[in-house]
């Protein structure tokens, strides 16, 4: 995002810069001249005095005034010393404390005028001096983040000496400087690598961002242009009347961001650019149908579909939802490991004549045998799960590359700009009519009496209900409650014949088996480690007790809420927790004021940062120098119409 520079000469080509040097550079990722004029300073120090009256209780700043004292220097453990005098400044009389300098003991003399830089407190009076400034004419004394493989005056000199010698290619257009009061790129680096005051900085680093964050965007959208070809093949057209006589037969009205998803859809599939479309929503906000109905228009064009997902069980789940809304109209297959050969023989042999309309599996989809007449529609869901290389597989049997990705992962507007930005989006935001709010409380562990006794009665009623656990090292058990003490708990409240446990060290068969065991609500509590994040579905469910809640983070703890709330009945979210953070605090009351999956994923951003969020990392956040995405949402935006604007002309 960040090669301004072209021809980018290597730092070997500037002047003092030998082999020791370069290694040492090089450690620090400093590698060619985009890398020096891009390594932005870290902090700038305003060398013009202030009035010390107006601090406030402690601040960082330059003060100016007389020597009252003679300095002196004692030496302390470790070689360590201390140099201290005590001058006066706007009728402040205060003591300066230098680390390690005792050299300065020559240079301060008293009755002489003085500037120092440092932290300066009001209330001890006293000042913890960082820099004595001789007269200069640098206004800002700027450092960079060298990790000592540098002196910051050998790194400045080496920008001054980068800039000489290069040639800068790349820059915003005239327009957009013009039109957002930029300035050109070689201009703004220079500035904030050599400014005169804040106000250069600032003006700087807008440029500079706005400059990363308009270069990711052109990117993203040459990427888009690359991806959607224009080709009559992705074609698909489907029987728009018997579409629409099919989305009648449905036992429920559609919602409004459903009806909007399935358009945006069928438009694609009509239109000669391929698909290439996130559908975003909660779960259990009518993902699988909206895609369904998609399948049922291609299959009027005699297109197959393909929906892929990331584990057996949500196959199997997948796989049962849909052939209770769509049998008879649509055949449907279901392809995974565990289906046996023989099975596996006949579902190849009906792809391949077109008998079957859907199939539905794991990554046991993307293995060569398996051949499509006409494969033309292809869902992923939790994309994110999937190597690059596993989804390609897939779009490569298609003829017609329509793809579609499904997340119930609610990804932050931010975020969906830069890592999804070549896609388009729809999302369903509002849930299926008669869907009542999960009610969330969080309770502390000694409350746990009032906890059991509201189970209690939620069990009285003929309702199920999780309880969950995060799984705990033998060593941290002291002050935490383990899946085993929570399971013996509710073993003693409700006896053996309601409770079961399903853990992550289970083998697959004896969790498939305890899973049933609540599913078919024979038994109707649940104890478990996170096992059930994914692909469960129990309707009767109205609890979900989550102990130990401080330890997840908010996308698990809303992907664990999620499980309940599957019918009419009312039901509740319960947080036992004893945070020990502030920030764990904070969680959890976020976690009580919203069922927002997409606020919940912007506070998670924040709190977070970009660089964690929900394993995002390895799909490739872009790296930016000025820029901050958690920050800077408004200028992305900004930049990414732009963007678009440039690529339409
Ligand atoms: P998702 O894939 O987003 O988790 P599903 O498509 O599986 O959600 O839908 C969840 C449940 O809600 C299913 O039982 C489905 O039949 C039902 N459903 C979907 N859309 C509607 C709607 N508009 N009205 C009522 N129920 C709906
Ligand atoms: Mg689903």
Known sequence: MYHVIEPAFLIDDLPGVGPKTKERLNSIHIVDANDVVFKIPNSYMSHIPVDLNSVEVEETVTAEGIVKTDPTVTYMRRGMNRLVFFMEANDIYFKVTFFNQPFLRDKIKVNETVKIFG???????????????????????????????????????????????????????????????????????????????????????????????????????????????????????????????????????????????????????????????????????????????????????????????????????????????????????????????????????????????????????????????NLGFIITDEQHRFGVNQREKLNNKARHKNVLYMTATPIPRTLSITTFGDMDVSIIKTMPAGRKPIETTWRRSNELDEVMSFIRSEHNRGHSIYVVAPLIEESETLDLITVNEIYEL????????????????????????????????????????????????????????????????LSTLHQLRGRVGRSDKQSYCILISDPKTEQAAERMNIMTETTDGFILSERDLEMRGPGDFFGIRQSGLPEFKAADLAEDYRMLEIARDEAIQLFER
């Open 119 to 373: 932290k300066f407190n009001k209330l001890k009076q006293e000042m913890s001096a960082q820099k004595l400034i001789f007269n200069t004419n640098e206004k800002l004394e700027i450092r960079y983040a060298l990790n000592k493989a540098m002196h910051n005056k050998t790194f400045k000199n080496l920008v001054k000496e980068t800039f000489k010698k290069a040639q800068f290619k790349h820059d915003i257009p005239d327009i957009l400087i013009e039109k957002y009061q930029l300035m050109p790129i070689k201009d703004a680096l220079y500035l904030l690598h050599f400014p005169e005051s804040f106000e250069d900085v600032n003006r700087a680093r807008r440029t500079v961002k706005f400059y990363e964050l308009f270069m990711y965007q052109v990117k993203i959208m040459e990427k888009r242009r690359q991806e959607r070809v224009r080709d009559v093949e992705t074609i698909v057209r489907y029987d728009i009347d018997q579409l629409k006589a099919f989305i009648q037969t449905l036992p429920f009205e559609l919602t409004k961001d459903q009806k909007t998803s399935v358009n945006a859809i069928c438009r694609d599939l009509l239109s000669d650019y391929s698909m290439h479309r996130l559908l975003q929503g909660d779960v259990g906000s009518g993902k699988t149908i909206v895609a369904g109905i998609c399948v049922y228009a291609a299959k009027t064009a005699r297109v197959q579909s393909a929906l892929m997902v990331p584990t057996e069980v949500l196959a199997n789940q997948h796989f049962e939802s849909l052939s209770e809304t769509f049998s008879g109209e649509l055949n449907l297959a279901l392809l995974t490991g565990s289906t046996t050969k023989k099975e596996k023989h006949e579902i190849l042999n009906r792809l391949k004549s077109g008998d079957i309309d859907l199939i539905i599996g794991t990554h046991a989809l993307i293995e060569d045998d398996v051949v499509f007449k």
């Open 490 to 553: 509710f073993m003693n409240e409700f006896g053996s014949q309601e409770v079961v446990l399903v853990h992550g060290q289970m083998k697959n068969d004896e969790k498939a088996q305890a899973m049933e065991t609540f599913e078919s609500l024979d038994k109707r509590i649940l104890v478990s480690t996170t096992v059930i994040e994914v692909g469960i579905n129990v309707p009767n469910a109205t609890v979900m007790a989550i102990f130990n809640a401080e330890r997840f983070g």
